[in-house]
Structures are given as C-alpha cells and as structure tokens.
C-alpha cells in the first residue's frame, strides 16, 4: 500500500523556538496533504489541508501565522510550529490522498513534540 | 469539528471473542473510513464503505453502513491480542471536500 512517512518522529524544543515537520509520500504523489493534531487519548482534529502548488486551508479556530504549512511538491508538505509554546505540545500526523476527493487518506506515523 | 460518536469507549475481551464497535453520524456522507490506531503511532487504513453499500468483509473484519439510522459498525472476529488497540470511525461528508471528520474512538484491550 501507499506509505507516508514523518520526520522527525520526536522533538523537543524550548519554548519561543520554532520547529519544523516533514511530510512525505515515499511511492505515490499526493495532489492533498492534511495535517491533524491529537491531544492523548483523544481522537483526531483536523488543523488544515494542503494543495500542491496552493496556499493551505486552515480549520476554524487554527492559526495560520503560528502553523505554517508548505506544500512544495507532490510528494512534500511541511508543517512549521512557529514560536512554539508548552500548549503545542501534542501529536501531529500529516495523511496524504491519492487521487479524488473521496479516496482514502495514507496517514504517517506521528511526529512527538514536546515543548519545555 | 468531531461528527462521529463511538459505542462503547473502551472495550475490554479475551482472545478468541469478538468485538463490536458503533459510530453514529449526523450529516450526509458520501463513505465512511474505519482505522485503527496503536499506542503512539499512526492510524492504519482498514476499511471504506460507500454510501451505496450496507456491508464488507476485510479478513476478519466486518463493516456495516445503514445510512438511514446514520451509523456504521465493525466487527472483529476470533480477536486476537495484536488487535489491541483504539479504533477510530471517520465520516467523509458530501459538502466536506473530501475532509475526514473522526469519531472520538474506541480503545480495544485482547487480553491473551
């Protein structure tokens, strides 16, 4: 099947820094990338949907200045917590889709932050 | 925003029994995506079902859809303790773009 892979899969940083996130789609191009942040135990929450080659699609509620979100190519989508403080720690997976907008979405393992 | 409620939250069985999980959904969807999700990792694809179809069969996996009661289920079968785990349901609405919207989950215990 389609795999999606994250990097780093941890991080932790100090607050006030800021820390990027990289999505990729190792064997397929991936025209839409989402990023979700999962708080523990909790179920997923959608922050914003990444086009190729487009700005990204933020959820209500999400900041966009404090969550950057590129999508360079078919295969890449970065997420980049800007000034990054202890309440964004959490869990953020990025999915990418193959095809039309009612196909599944390949979602990669996770990236841990942790913000001191 | 969460669409999906899950039935039970937590769900603990002995190895050979089955397990069945419900969500329930509020609005018109076009399929409903079925995932499973161990403890710190990523969530694995495990079944889609259409708005068009009421049933299917992956391995030991049974879904149903009934779109008139706007709930889906999952049933695993002879479960084993590599099925423990948390399950989540996730929704693809017709207006929503493709956007999946996830229920709250249900965590899964086999014990041996």
């Known amino acids: 099947g389609a795999v999606v892979s994250q990097h780093p899969s941890r991080v932790i940083c100090k607050s006030g820094t800021s820390v990027k996130i990289e999505c990729r789609s190792l064997d397929f191009q991936a025209t839409t990338m989402f990023w979700y942040r999962q708080f523990p135990k909790k179920s997923l929450m959608l922050m914003a949907t990444?086009?190729?080659?487009?700005?990204?699609?933020?959820e209500q509620g999400v900041e966009k200045d404090k969550f950057l979100i590129n999508h360079a190519s078919l295969t890449l989508s970065t997420l980049t917590v800007t000034s990054a403080h202890p309440e964004d720690s959490s869990f953020y997976i990025c999915?990418?889709?193959?095809?039309?907008?009612?196909?599944?979405?390949?979602f990669g393992p996770g990236t841990r932050l942790t913000v001191l | 925003s969460q669409q999906g409620e899950e039935d039970p939250q937590a769900l603990s069985i002995q190895e050979g029994e089955n397990a069945t999980m419900n969500c329930s959904y509020k609005t018109s969807i076009n399929n409903l995506q079925w995932y499973r999700q161990n403890s710190g990792r990523g969530l694995v694809h495990l079944i889609l079902?259409?708005?068009?179809?009421r049933e299917k069969h992956s391995g030991r996996l049974r879904v149903t859809l009934d779109t008139s009661k706007k709930s889906s289920s999952l049933l695993i079968t002879a479960s084993r303790a590599a099925d423990t785990a948390s399950y989540f349901c996730a929704t693809v609405p017709t207006d929503s773009w493709g956007k999946l919207q996830f229920g709250a989950g249900t965590q899964v215990v086999v014990t041996p």
């Open positions: 999915s990418a889709r193959l095809g039309g907008r009612y196909n599944e979405q390949f």
């Open positions: 990444s086009n190729e080659g487009s700005k990204a699609t933020y």
């Open positions: 079902i259409r708005s068009n179809e």
